[in-house]
């Protein structure tokens, strides 16, 4: 591991850093700038009742996520479980949770689904949901909750056809994996809505071992036979509801808070809607400067590794924290403005190393034309709100807005 810091310090045992800075809901945990420029890596104590040494600055966060001594058996963001079950077993066809040759056998299965030419070819689709929700929206009378009528359904819809599940079926995921993303929801209710996501996607994979369709879910049954190695059921089902909450989480929240933080600040807007070619460069300075995987990425030290003066033992957690390295000036000089213009395209938001995030080409496409046609198509779009009324995900691994009100003149 490159050792990049000043030093590592666990003298003292703070809380894992929280808590955005007042009247900034885009700004990570203000505890993060101070780590990044005194402390270097440092244990802190976590909502999952382990300590765990945080790693904030971007070069650290790089090393730390490409250090295949370092192991994600225990899921992204374990740490702010609170009374997490940090001793049970990786799911075999977890890509998130297996290491080594089992991960990237999995990711080899479905790297062919998200390659750039592939991608591509789904841009037209891309475009067509878009501009069908905007008629929607410009169709309706007063004011539209965004995230309902276009952030959620765009994703939504992508993924489920992409993967082969009835959009019909759409709110009943969505309700399940909110509960799932959520880090402060009962034990008794996580784990029932675990169960009946489970018991969904299941039946969905029996079908489509009993018929193969043109959808990926078919193409991954099959190309794992045909390699002698088929997946199973339990297998199918786990990488399935992986994709089907990672495909529309995550994108879903970044259109809302982005558009949210774009209508902050109108100047960038209107800079979009005069240069659209600034879409893909604009979209990476969102993710950077947004980063809505807020708590950061979970790991273990499998072996022992030094780290300047001191040791990762093995068995020791740490926790590479994404928004801060995003936030790093030494990687992206005045990292706290927004530049549309920026070339931050080896930002941290999809993580980085072994388990970089498969489908951000997707996910880039997605906000590409919303941001090429939507702030075009709807130029007077405003909050319906005051800002102060608007409520953060505080409590869900991936950051964004419950709603978001707005109006445009008609």
């Given amino acids: 591991m490159t050792q990049t810091t000043s030093g590592a310090t666990e003298s003292a045992q703070p809380s894992f850093p929280a808590g955005r800075p007042s009247g900034c809901p885009f700004d990570p945990a203000t505890g993060y700038t101070a780590l990044r420029d005194t402390a270097g890596p440092t244990k802190v104590s976590t909502p999952a009742g382990v300590d765990a040494w945080v790693f904030s600055r971007y070069d650290d966060v790089r090393s730390v996520l490409s250090d295949r001594r370092l192991s994600s058996r225990l899921a992204p963001s374990t740490h702010v479980v609170p009374e997490a079950d940090l001793d049970r ?9 297996n290491d080594g040759e089992r991960h990237a056998h999995l990711r080899r299965l479905l790297t062919s689904e998200f390659t750039v030419k592939r991608v591509q070819a789904l841009r037209p689709r891309i475009q067509e949901l878009i501009e069908d929700h905007i008629d929607a929206m410009l169709a309706s009378e007063g004011p539209v909750d965004l995230v309902q009528a276009f952030a959620l359904p765009i994703p939504s819809l992508v993924i489920c056809e992409l993967l082969g ?9 969505q309700e399940r ?3 799932l ?12 809505v675990s169960d009946e996501i489970n018991q969904y996607m299941a039946g969905l994979v029996l079908a489509k071992l009993e018929k193969r369709d043109d959808d990926l879910l078919s193409r991954l049954i099959t190309r794992a036979e045909e390699q002698g190695n088929p997946l199973t059921v339990p297998e199918l089902v786990s990488i399935g509801i992986t994709l089907l909450i990672a495909g529309h989480e995550t994108t879903a929240n970044m259109i809302g808070l982005s558009t949210l933080a774009l209508l902050r600040n109108p100047e960038h807007l209107d800079e979009l809607r005069a240069k659209p070619e600034l879409a893909p460069t604009a979209v990476e300075e969102m993710l950077r400067y947004l980063t809505v995987i807020q708590f950061g990425l979970f790991r273990q030290v499998m072996e022992d590794i030094p780290l300047g003066d001191d040791t990762l033992r093995a068995g020791e957690y740490l926790v590479a924290a994404l928004s801060s390295g995003n936030r790093d000036e030494v990687a992206f000089p005045d990292p706290g403005r927004i530049d549309l213009s920026r070339k931050a395209s080896a930002h941290l938001a999809f993580g980085f190393g072994p388990h970089q995030c498969l489908g951000q080409q997707l996910a880039r496409i997605e906000l590409q034309e919303v941001y090429t046609r939507l702030y075009r198509r709807i130029p007077s779009l405003r909050l319906a709100v005051p800002f102060e009324e608007i409520k953060f995900k505080d409590n869900t691994l991936v950051y964004g807005v419950t709603a978001l009100p707005v109006t445009w003149d008609r």
């Avoid at 077993?89 to 949770?97: R, V």
């Avoid at 599940?165 to 995921?173: G, I, L, N, W």
């Fill in 177 to 179: 994996s909110a509960v």
């Fill in 165 to 173: 599940v009835p959009y019909a079926d759409r709110d009943e995921f």
């Fill in 89 to 97: 077993e990786a799911d075999s066809g977890s890509i998130l949770q």
């Fill in 181 to 192: 993303v959520s880090v402060d929801r009962p034990e008794e209710e996580v784990l029932r």
